[in-house]
């Protein structure tokens, strides 16, 4: 009965909800000045309080309500009422008090003992903003229990972002916190809000009381976070984490809005700053062109080439889809001094090439268009081979006859030792680049600096992009697996997005001519782990051997042609280390350019003819190393 009428409050129009607490301050004020009075004189009728009580009575309610309406105090929502509104309260009833005195002195009217004025400023603002208070927190719990089940939850991270988690799920009203959790000695036995701060190590002995485990520290080092996931997945309880600092500051999410923790905030490493110095030069104010730019690496770099402010950025892209969700994103963010410029078209048309080059005055060109998926160009090598190492040739060409100061391919490490015909593709795509460099830096001694730098930038898996494994086992979980490995041993490096094409940008200002690059990946992951650990974060279980009722299963189903178990960035060179800690310049072998060209063009015209017999042997020799296996015609 009882929740039922506090029920009935909450239901009341706005106008109503102003006119009881402007009820309540009625009643509070007169008995804040009647208990001045008694407080200081210890007698609830002294002669001093029906000498000077009685016209304070009149007045404080005269002034106080008033003042209390003109200056805001009943606009604000109540259930959202914090220390700000508290300091707020004390300002206007000090204001009161000060009415009081001016008025009681201004008409000679007798007065209270000095100190009374305190005692009734802090009763004044002790009642209105204990009342306050406590209908905040009636509110909310009003609006807890309006939900059939709170999932309980303890938050791991006692700081200021597990504070403010707490602040926030309080007021939504759907979560009951249990504890804290942190690793600090010095914050346990200690509390938040009441709710105790207590060591991790507690989990397995409340493990009943929770539903969810949070993780509330956004700034936390990747290694810290695979650490405590691991810790947690161990109890077999479902772990969220708030919002990265970043997607917090900028106001792209709110501290409150909880996700899955993500395979791709476990694997890799912490970003690395860039060096400054090697970000940016000879981007600002210079024209740009990014082939692929509707890809996974190409549209990364065409976002962070555009906060240095090229002059223009050119998007060559043959997907007219891609194409247009590029422009698009890179419309919302563009600055006023930049223009952008799509190009509908693919890189190995040299008249196109040509004319954008020579057209545009281009003076920078990244190359990350290709075809990239293994089993599609083993399906299609000659497809492949046009694509790849034809665009190739053609941006080198257009490059050295129009004058562009600088070629930037980028490569993978699938090109190093080959056993596929993409990794082929690509090697004889850097072959391509260091023959160009070779014969430019051969035709320009005596001639002072090359008119254009080529470099070549080699990486390996980039998480999230077209054709990853992340995202493929994510649908496969999603639809209730099985996940499919092609091998339980395979091993992959993986980089973000973000982090490859920063490195690329970098790499490009090391360029001397001809420079294989080398990113330093990080350490290796195995895939059957990364697939584990991925059904683990869905809140599901593994079906093994050891769990034939599990949830998902792995099947391995042998490795496609021209797959290999591990990559490696390195042929034959040794690495040599660079300005960035994170890059290295390696100095291959490189083919004559007197030999290459002629091959290069029997290549061509056997790929012109579609002539596959003759195509793939021409590559075998041109690339040795290639591993050359059973390949479609």
């Given at each position: 009965?009882?929740?039922?009428?506090?029920?009935?409050?909450?239901?009341?129009?706005?106008?109503?909800?102003?006119?009881?607490?402007?009820?309540?301050?009625?009643?509070?004020?007169?008995?804040?000045?009647?208990?001045?009075?008694?407080?200081?004189?210890?007698?609830?009728?002294?002669?001093?309080?029906?000498?000077?009580?009685?016209?304070?009575?009149?007045?404080?309610?005269?002034?106080?309500?008033?003042?209390?309406?003109?200056?805001?105090?009943?606009?604000?929502?109540?259930?959202?009422?914090?220390?700000?509104?508290?300091?707020?309260?004390?300002?206007?009833?000090?204001?009161?008090?000060?009415?009081?005195?001016?008025?009681?002195?201004?008409?000679?009217?007798?007065?209270?003992?000095?100190?009374?004025?305190?005692?009734?400023?802090?009763?004044?603002?002790?009642?209105?903003?204990?009342?306050?208070?406590?209908?905040?927190?009636?509110?909310?719990?009003?609006?807890?229990?309006?939900?059939?089940?709170?999932?309980?939850?303890?938050?791991?991270?006692?700081?200021?972002?597990?504070?403010?988690?707490?602040?926030?799920?309080?007021?939504?009203?759907?979560?009951?916190?249990?504890?804290?959790?942190?690793?600090?000695?010095?914050?346990?036995?200690?509390?938040?809000?009441?709710?105790?701060?207590?060591?991790?190590?507690?989990?397995?002995?409340?493990?009943?009381?929770?539903?969810?485990?949070?993780?509330?520290?956004?700034?936390?080092?990747?290694?810290?976070?695979?650490?405590?996931?691991?810790?947690l997945q161990r109890q077999a309880i479902?772990?969220?984490?708030?919002?990265?600092?970043?997607?917090?500051?900028?106001?792209?999410?709110?501290?409150?809005?909880?996700?899955?923790?993500?395979?791709?905030?476990?694997?890799?490493?912490?970003?690395?700053?860039?060096?400054?110095?090697?970000?940016?030069?000879?981007?600002?104010?210079?024209?740009?062109?990014?082939?692929?730019?509707?890809?996974?690496?190409?549209?990364?770099?065409?976002?962070?080439?555009?906060?240095?402010?090229?002059?223009?950025?050119?998007?060559?892209?043959?997907?007219?889809?891609?194409?247009?969700?590029?422009?698009?994103?890179?419309?919302?963010?563009?600055?006023?001094?930049?223009?952008?410029?799509?190009?509908?078209?693919?890189?190995?048309?040299?008249?196109?090439?040509?004319?954008?080059?020579?057209?545009?005055?281009?003076?920078?060109?990244?190359?990350?268009?290709?075809?990239?998926?293994?089993?599609?160009?083993?399906?299609?090598?000659?497809?492949?081979?046009?694509?790849?190492?034809?665009?190739?040739?053609?941006?080198?060409?257009?490059?050295?006859?129009?004058?562009?100061?600088?070629?930037?391919?980028?490569?993978?490490?699938?090109?190093?030792?080959?056993?596929?015909?993409?990794?082929?593709?690509?090697?004889?795509?850097?072959?391509?680049?260091?023959?160009?460099?070779?014969?430019?830096?051969?035709?320009?001694?005596?001639?002072?600096?090359?008119?254009?730098?080529?470099?070549?930038?080699?990486?390996?898996?980039?998480?999230?992009?077209?054709?990853?494994?992340?995202?493929?086992?994510?649908?496969?979980?999603?639809?209730?697996?099985?996940?499919?490995?092609?091998?339980?041993?395979?091993?992959?490096?993986?980089?973000?997005?973000?982090?490859?094409?920063?490195?690329?940008?970098?790499?490009?200002?090391?360029?001397?001519?001809?420079?294989?690059?080398?990113?330093?990946?990080?350490?290796?992951?195995?895939?059957?782990?990364?697939?584990?650990?991925?059904?683990?974060?869905?809140?599901?279980?593994?079906?093994?051997?050891?769990?034939?009722?599990?949830?998902?299963?792995?099947?391995?189903?042998?490795?496609?042609?021209?797959?290999?178990?591990?990559?490696?960035?390195?042929?034959?060179?040794?690495?040599?280390?660079?300005?960035?800690?994170?890059?290295?310049?390696?100095?291959?072998?490189?083919?004559?350019?007197?030999?290459?060209?002629?091959?290069?063009?029997?290549?061509?015209?056997?790929?012109?003819?579609h002539d596959a017999e003759a195509a793939?042997?021409?590559?075998?020799?041109?690339?040795?190393?290639?591993?050359?296996?059973?390949?479609?015609?």
């Amino acid at each position: 009965m009882k929740l039922f009428s506090l029920r009935q409050v909450i239901r009341l129009s706005p106008l109503a909800r102003r006119l009881l607490l402007i009820a309540i301050d009625a009643l509070l004020v007169p008995l804040s000045v009647w208990l001045s009075f008694w407080l200081r004189l210890a007698h609830p009728l002294h002669p001093s309080f029906q000498a000077a009580g009685l016209w304070m009575l009149s007045a404080v309610l005269l002034f106080g309500l008033p003042l209390y309406a003109l200056t805001g105090q009943y606009q604000g929502l109540t259930r959202y009422v914090g220390s700000r509104a508290f300091y707020q309260l004390a300002g206007r009833n000090a204001l009161l008090v000060f009415l009081l005195v001016a008025t009681g002195v201004l008409l000679r009217l007798p007065m209270p003992p000095r100190s009374s004025w305190i005692l009734l400023w802090l009763l004044l603002t002790g009642f209105t903003g204990l009342v306050r208070f406590a209908l905040r927190d009636l509110l909310l719990s009003l609006r807890s229990v309006s939900h059939k089940q709170m999932v309980r939850v303890a938050i791991y991270g006692a700081g200021e972002a597990g504070a403010q988690l707490a602040a926030a799920l309080r007021l939504a009203g759907n979560h009951q916190i249990i504890t804290f959790l942190d690793d600090a000695p010095t914050l346990w036995r200690r509390t938040i809000n009441g709710i105790p701060i207590q060591p991790p190590q507690v989990l397995s002995q409340i493990l009943d009381q929770l539903d969810q485990v949070l993780l509330a520290i956004p700034s936390m080092p990747r290694v810290e976070r695979r650490r405590i996931v691991a810790e947690l997945q161990r109890q077999a309880i479902p772990v969220l984490q708030i919002p990265s600092v970043d997607d917090i500051t900028a106001g792209r999410a709110r501290i409150d809005s909880l996700r899955p923790v993500a395979i791709e905030d476990l694997l890799g490493r912490d970003p690395v700053p860039p060096v400054r110095e090697l970000l940016g030069p000879g981007l600002r104010d210079a024209v740009v062109c990014v082939t692929g730019a509707g890809g996974s690496i190409g549209s990364e770099l065409c976002r962070q080439i555009l906060q240095l402010y090229p002059k223009v950025l050119i998007l060559l892209e043959i997907s007219e889809p891609s194409l247009y969700a590029v422009e698009e994103e890179l419309r919302q963010q563009l600055p006023a001094s930049v223009t952008l410029l799509p190009v509908l078209g693919s890189a190995t048309d040299p008249a196109l090439v040509q004319w954008l080059f020579a057209g545009h005055g281009v003076q920078t060109v990244f190359h990350a268009a290709a075809y990239k998926h293994v089993p599609l160009v083993e399906a299609n090598p000659l497809a492949g081979l046009a694509n790849n190492v034809g665009s190739t040739r053609v941006l080198c060409q257009a490059a050295i006859s129009v004058g562009v100061s600088e070629v930037v391919l980028i490569s993978t490490d699938k090109a190093v030792r080959p056993t596929n015909v993409m990794g082929a593709s690509k090697r004889l795509a850097e072959l391509v680049v260091q023959a160009t460099a070779q014969e430019l830096s051969q035709s320009a001694k005596g001639a002072g600096q090359l008119r254009t730098r080529f470099a070549m930038v080699r990486f390996g898996n980039v998480l999230g992009s077209s054709g990853s494994v992340v995202p493929l086992f994510r649908r496969q979980i999603a639809a209730g697996g099985p996940i499919t490995l092609t091998h339980p041993e395979i091993i992959r490096y993986f980089m973000t997005i973000p982090e490859a094409a920063e490195l690329v940008l970098q790499a490009a200002t090391l360029a001397k001519g001809g420079d294989v690059f080398l990113l330093d990946m990080g350490e290796p992951v195995r895939i059957k782990a990364l697939a584990e650990q991925m059904i683990r974060l869905s809140g599901l279980s593994l079906r093994d051997a050891q769990n034939p009722c599990g949830d998902i299963e792995i099947a391995c189903t042998g490795l496609r042609p021209g797959e290999k178990l591990y990559e490696e960035l390195l042929i034959d060179a040794e690495s040599e280390a660079t300005q960035h800690p994170l890059i290295f310049r390696a100095q291959e072998r490189v083919f004559p350019p007197e030999v290459l060209w002629p091959l290069l063009d029997a290549l061509n015209a056997a790929i012109e003819v579609h002539d596959a017999e003759a195509a793939l042997p021409l590559l075998a020799e041109l690339v040795p190393e290639w591993e050359r296996g059973e390949v479609s015609n």
